[in-house]
């Protein structure tokens, strides 16, 4: 009779364990199946993580490289050391921005301004000007001793979208338009609905601010757009007005350079590029260290924290359906091998008898493992109906676990200062943590679906495991002489 309906008759007469086996490869295959279909979900979902995200590389001055060549100076001349900011020329920034890779760029000037024709937010223990005297202003801007009087942060911009708070979406646009490329030149402004309101302000109207290191500099500015902040501002905001968020105003970054003054004009303090996927980070880093732009004076720091935060979870995932595969597999085609092993012990006088009249051994072991490849062939067709499903629910608790795990340990070392100290409420560890939780947000499912791929695959695996479990217990028995085996048989 031909092995194959040999095979076929066996599992017929047999049908307990032929279910039985049937159940445990299924199960197999379906974790199998699982594991490869969520680690296919993962990837895609990275991918499209880098690519929307992007990533970015800011150009700004390396403050370490200046304040080094300042103490060699010091030590060649008799007063204190004073660091001096580099600011990037406008060519310099541009040159880069051409490079391959740039989906889009922003620059950035802050600056300091006291207000002229209208009231700012108070902090809460600075109740008039004199409290004020003796801030220290952004951007640089310093007067006699360091100091300088100020109630504004004035933050310079390309195009307020890019600028950092509204791009995380700590402020928003609530009346009006934001700050636009075209503004360049012009002396407009965007200001907050509080400062607004405070001041019975509109889209429209202006206001007058005068530069805190030179009171002869003044600027007219219209307002064409308010915004609305979520931010509580650091501690410091208490005690300075000029760090409260609701006198942060953004104007075209022209418009910040003339409150620095005639050396500013034509430059910027750092260049944020956006870059079209984060895997080109290091190849757009690498191409603007061969241009003209001296990264002795500057340097490019690339920044995929939203990036590695978003796709951190899913990766942590990846790896684990990873681990599934390759423990079932092995596990599986372990539990298979006793299986058949036992099954195939208990059908040695079969086989003694069938070697005695003639037949070949490897006619025997085809048998054996046509039985099980059959089982296997069954168990993968179901595997793929009811795997997907199964797939869907374990990875994305999975994934929730992970997100939710990430979260917690960002929060909880981003709330801890120097020395492992809790900063306060509303400070920068706050804010760190506000923005892990935007990435975590974007993906909070995979999005889980069984490919022809994946079911080729399984298909290989599962061959494989079916050939080996029936291979190797079979070799033990058939390796034995007929007469041996009938005369052993009790």
């Given at each position: 009779m031909n092995f194959l309906k040999r095979a076929f008759w066996s599992m017929k007469a047999k049908k307990g364990k032929t279910l039985l086996q049937l159940v445990i490869f299924t199960v197999i295959c379906v974790f199998v199946l699982s594991g490869l279909t969520i680690q296919s979900a993962a990837k895609a979902s990275s991918e499209l993580a880098r690519q929307e995200l992007g990533g970015s590389v800011t150009l700004q001055v390396d403050r370490e490289a200046a304040m080094e060549k300042q103490q060699s100076e010091q030590s060649e001349s008799d007063g204190p050391p004073q660091f001096t900011s580099t600011p990037i020329s406008l060519d310099d920034a541009e040159s880069i921005a051409a490079l391959d890779h740039v989906k889009s760029y922003n620059y950035s000037v802050s600056a300091s301004a006291n207000a002229e024709d209208f009231d700012i937010i108070e902090s809460s223990t600075s109740t008039d000007s004199s409290d004020t005297e003796n801030e220290q202003a952004p951007g640089g801007d310093q007067g006699r001793g360091g100091m300088v009087q100020a109630d504004l942060t004035i933050n310079g911009t390309l195009t307020s979208d890019e600028a950092d708070s509204f791009s995380d979406g700590e402020a928003e646009i609530v009346d009006g338009r934001g700050i636009e490329e075209s503004d360049a030149g012009s002396n407009v402004a965007v200001i907050e609905q509080t400062l607004a309101e405070e001041n019975d302000l509109a889209v429209g109207d202006t206001i007058n601010i005068s530069s805190a290191s030179d009171e002869d500099t003044t600027q007219e500015l219209e307002i064409v757009g308010i915004y609305e902040t979520s931010s509580a501002g650091s501690d410091q905001a208490m005690n300075f007005s000029f760090l409260n968020p609701y006198n942060t105003i953004y104007v075209p970054y022209t418009a910040a350079n003339t409150l620095k003054g005639e050396d500013y004009t034509d430059t910027v303090e750092s260049v944020t590029y956006q870059m079209d996927d984060a895997e080109n980070i290091d190849a757009f880093i690498a191409a603007a260290e061969k241009t003209d732009v001296d990264l002795?004076?500057?340097?490019?720091?690339?920044?995929?924290?939203?990036?590695?935060?978003?796709?951190?979870?899913?990766?942590?995932?990846?790896?684990?359906?990873?681990?599934?595969?390759?423990?079932?597999?092995?596990?599986?085609?372990?539990?298979?091998?006793?299986?058949?092993?036992?099954?195939?012990?208990?059908?040695?006088?079969?086989?003694?008898?069938?070697?005695?009249?003639g037949e070949k051994k490897w006619k025997l072991a085809g048998q054996f493992i046509t039985e099980i490849v059959v089982i296997a062939i069954v168990a993968v067709g179901l595997s793929s109906i009811f795997g997907n499903p199964i797939a869907n629910v374990l990875g994305n608790q999975l994934l929730a676990q992970q997100t939710t795990a990430s979260a917690e340990t960002a929060s909880t070392s981003m709330q801890q200062g120097p020395g492992g100290g809790m900063m306060g409420g509303g400070g920068p560890g706050q804010a760190v943590s506000d923005a892990f939780s935007q990435p975590s947000e974007a993906i909070s499912s995979l999005n889980i679906n069984v490919t022809w791929e994946n079911i080729l695959i399984l298909g290989g695996i599962g061959l494989a495991v079916a050939i080996i479990a029936a291979l190797i217990p079979s070799i033990s028995i058939l390796r034995l002489q007929p007469k041996n085996i009938l005369t052993k048989q009790e």
């Open positions: 002795d004076v500057y340097q490019l720091d690339a920044n995929d924290d939203l990036y590695q935060q978003m796709v951190g979870p899913i990766e942590n995932v990846a790896g684990f359906a990873k681990n599934i595969v390759y423990l079932v597999t092995i596990a599986g085609a372990i539990i298979l091998a006793l299986i058949v092993m036992l099954s195939i012990r208990e059908r040695k006088y079969e086989m003694g008898v069938l070697m005695a009249i």
